[in-house]
């Protein structure tokens, strides 16, 4: 409200200047709200110092997932050769530790073959020429003006593993140039030529590759080369003379990076809440979250996630500092590089395990999968009561179809989804049979069975566990309709693996396939494989340094976390002050317009006495003289 327009004048009776008076009066009216808008703008800083921590802290959230898990250690490998230029290697995935060395005694070729014949460009006739490649007609669908280029089109579309191409060998001599597109003698293909002068010679003969490892000769069809050191990529780039050397290790330099880089991220929170809660007593300033029982209790219990000892291991193997982790006076991390790297130098894997999430059995037959946030560390008994099995059916002794017979079996997936696989009297018993149906089943790109012969059965096998393997056999017509016959033993409706079942640490436990998972308790979420029935076995679960730190940090983060909470108890405060800022302009505004009217009251009460007084001194000038005494 402007209650300006109440006068225009101020202080014309009066002779003072009320304008001024009214705008003194009221600056000291709104001194209470200048101090609780002083308050808000306070609540905003804080706000400012909270995004800050939540930077910090998504930046550590960063560090740990990179390292938060014992297995994510185990891709922290690196290989190299020793003649790179000859043999080149890289990791294409979990490298085992070693070395392997080799001479490489010939490289992988691709075969080529290229015609006799030339030609003047591209757009010359091939003159009736034919061309078969591999049992492939090309020249079949070529009318009698096909030109050269109409040629290598039709081989480049026929779908042959044969690439072609017209080379010019000098101005106007071109040539047909047929290369295989794999190399090695798997990729090898034979030409049958009509009308060709000299058919298709070979200009360069198809070869594997060769190498001698130690006194054996391995050969493979192609330069890289993939599974002769497992998790490494090969590739061959020259002959040599002697043995290369390809050495697979632990990549410990950068197992050292990620957990600097963890303890850099610690020190970037804590430091953050350091300086955002400190008090200066010389320039007596406090950071924005000085007294801040929030901030205060994320600095305690992070540091406290790394100073106490690790649930589940003893002694001074349960402290960080045996990693060459310790929290210092002063509150933050010291990093010990010496420590940590001897720390995996001496047992990589152990290192990796007191640091991140990991877990262990007390059985071969048994592996730590994963684990949640409700899983708490300790040691579990597991008592196994049913050992996962796969859904199997085995037929009656297999008897071979008559001369002229055929009998189609359908296999019907959980999905719905089925193969029909049609079997005749060239089928003479089950290995046959069994052989049939793993070749259709592979042509039809199924993969979820296995198929073999028990004695004279057929036999059929999921290759997953538990019950969500399962699937149906039943012998159809020609038109695909169920005959009612018993497909050779094999119809014996819906056939189901078996889950896992038993208990994890004394509570129930929820089998899945081979996979049991702790479903109450402390071992809730815990997730193990079982292969087999190992019977009684023991599970240790420990979440690590990071790991702790980790559960802590969860705690702070997301919409109920530490820093959510103090946001909200912010945004709630903000809200107050602007509510009563509000109410007290409104008190004020109304303040002003009173003090403007009695301004104006009293401007208009002194205008009249002045216009009395004027009258007056009028009047009694107009008197005689004799009645002025």
């Known amino acids: 409200m402007n209650s300006q327009g109440l006068f225009s004048i101020g202080g ?23 101090r609780i808008e002083q308050q808000k703008a306070r609540l905003s800083t804080v706000g400012d110092a909270w995004t800050q921590v939540s930077t910090k802290l998504s930046s550590l959230r960063s560090a740990i997932d990179q390292i938060s898990r014992a297995d994510r250690f185990d891709s922290l490998h690196k290989v190299s050769s020793s003649n790179p230029d000859a043999v080149a290697v890289s990791a294409s995935g979990k490298v085992g530790e070693g070395q392997l060395s080799f001479t490489v005694n010939q490289l992988a070729t691709r075969m080529q073959r290229s015609s006799a014949d030339s030609f003047e460009g ?81 200009t360069q003969a198809a070869q594997d590759a060769e190498l001698t490892v130690g006194g054996i000769t391995v050969t493979r069809s192609s330069n890289t080369i993939d599974d002769l050191v497992e998790g490494a990529t090969i590739t061959l780039n020259a002959t040599t003379t ?70 589940g291991l003893t002694g ?18 010291e990093f010990d590089e010496a420590k940590v790297r001897q720390a995996f130098q001496d047992d990589f894997a152990g290192a990796a395990a007191k640091l991140a999430r990991s877990g262990s059995t007390t059985t071969d037959a048994a592996q730590y999968l994963s684990s949640t946030s409700a899983t708490q560390p300790g040691t579990y008994g597991v008592e196994i009561t049913q050992a ?4 199997s059916a085995t037929g009656d002794a297999y008897v071979q179809p008559g001369l002229g017979e055929e009998r ?54 999921t290759l997953a566990y538990g019950s969500a393997a399962r699937f149906t056999i039943t012998e159809v017509d020609g038109n695909g309709e169920a005959t009612g016959g018993d497909a050779f033993g094999l119809a014996q409706g819906e056939v189901t693996g078996t889950d896992v079942a038993g208990t994890i640490g004394g509570e129930a436990a929820t089998g899945s396939g081979r996979t049991l998972t702790g479903a109450a308790g402390d071992a809730q979420g815990l997730s193990i494989r079982v292969d087999g029935n190992p019977g009684n076995f023991d599970v240790t679960w420990t979440r690590g340094v990071i790991g702790t730190l980790g559960a802590e940090l969860s705690r702070a983060e997301g919409v109920t976390g530490t820093v959510a909470r103090a946001r909200a108890s912010l945004t709630a405060q903000r809200e107050i002050y602007q509510t009563r800022i509000e ?47």
């Open 12 to 34: 014309i009776a009066s002779g003072l200047d009320t304008a001024n008076i009214v705008e003194q009066l009221m600056a000291l009216e709104r001194q209470p709200i200048k």
């Open 122 to 202: 591209l757009d010359a006739a091939i003159g009736g020429r034919e061309l078969v490649i591999d049992g492939v007609d090309i020249t079949a669908e070529l009318g009698e003006n096909a030109t050269l280029a109409d040629l290598v089109e039709a081989v480049n579309d026929a779908g042959l593993d044969v690439r072609a191409s017209a080379l010019q060998v000098t101005p106007g001599n071109y040539q047909l140039v047929l290369d295989a597109k794999n190399t090695g003698t798997v990729g090898e293909f034979a030409v049958e030529s009509s009308g060709w002068s000299n058919g298709f010679g070979v």
């Open 242 to 311: 002697g043995p290369v050397t390809i050495t697979s290790e632990r990549d410990i330099d950068g197992a050292v990076d990620k957990v600097k880089g963890f303890v850099d991220a610690v020190n970037g929170v804590l430091g953050t809440l350091k300086t955002m809660t400190a008090y200066d007593p010389e320039s007596r300033q406090a950071g924005p979250l000085q007294g801040s029982s929030e901030a205060r209790q994320l600095m305690t219990n992070l540091r406290d996630a790394i100073s106490r000892p690790m649930a």
């Open 316 to 333: 001074s193997d349960a402290l960080a500092s045996s990693l060459g982790i310790s929290l210092t006076r002063d509150g933050t991390l």
């Open 388 to 391: 996962a099995a796969v859904a």
């Open 408 to 461: 189609t079996i359908r296999i019907t997936r959980g999905n719905g989804t089925f193969t029909d696989v049609t079997l005749t009297s060239a089928h003479t018993n089950a290995e046959e049979a069994a052989a049939r149906i793993r070749a259709m089943l592979e042509a039809a790109g199924v993969n979820a069975f296995d198929v073999t012969a028990d004695g004279n059965a057929l036999r059929i096998d």
């Open 583 to 629: 109410g007290m302009e409104r008190r004020v505004e109304m303040r002003e317009a009173t003090i403007r009217r009695q301004f104006v009251a009293m401007e208009s009460m002194l205008g009249q006495l002045n216009s009395q007084g004027q009258w007056l001194s009028q009047q009694l000038a107009g008197l005689p003289s004799n009645q002025k005494k």
